[in-house]
């Protein structure tokens, strides 16, 4: 894995599904608990299960990575199979529960993992209210590229993917899930104009 991620400009990105005719997931009340436990830290009660419903088109397919929110990834059985060992480097997999489905379909991807990455004289200043950053900067020596996924302490409740994990979960899902370019180390690359935004 290290040899491969040497090959290539390191890279950060935010993922989502993609817009094509796909049904995704949305959590309930328990995204309140997650965004208190990103926020407030060993503070708050680290949850332990989630419970979410499908939205979209009924006759839609359903999205194996099937969470938008940026800081709550929700992924089927087959990506966990492929990469779960990986993405436990960043965090646990925790059961979603959801109407209709196998209790073991879904799973969150707490990524508890945060780095300060962030070259923040490079950045836009932070918003108050959530963190979020026009651009972002990433000191390319701070990267923890071991690991798929990171947050920020800048911008807590959201999940940074490292290109590495990008490229593997692309490589499983196809045009069904969504790569938004928030930094490259490859000066010639274009970030994504809004990231962060749907």
């Known amino acids: 894995m290290m040899a491969s991620m040497n090959s290539e400009p390191l890279a950060v990105y935010r993922l989502m599904p993609s817009t094509r005719n796909l049904r995704t997931l949305r959590l309930d009340d328990s995204l309140v608990d997650l965004k208190r436990r990103q926020l407030q830290g060993d503070r708050a009660p680290r949850p332990t299960a989630f419970g979410a419903e499908w939205t979209g088109d009924p006759k839609g397919r359903k999205a194996e990575f099937a969470s938008d929110y940026p800081g709550a990834p929700i992924l089927g059985g087959r990506l966990v199979d492929h990469l779960g060992a990986d993405l436990e480097k960043s965090g646990p997999l925790l059961p979603v529960r959801v109407e209709g489905s196998p209790e073991d379909t879904y799973v969150l991807h707490l990524v508890d993992r945060i780095v300060d990455c962030v070259d923040a004289r490079s950045s836009s200043r932070p918003k108050k209210a959530t963190g979020e950053m026009r651009k972002t900067v990433f000191s390319p020596d701070a990267l923890p590229l071991d690991l798929p996924s990171f947050r920020v302490p800048q911008f807590p409740v959201a999940v940074q993917w490292n290109g590495w994990a990008v ?32």
């Open 167 to 198: 490229a593997r979960l692309a490589e499983l899902l196809g045009d069904d899930l969504e790569t938004r370019l928030v930094w490259s180390q490859d000066p010639a690359a274009e970030p994504h104009p809004s990231p962060w935004g749907f």
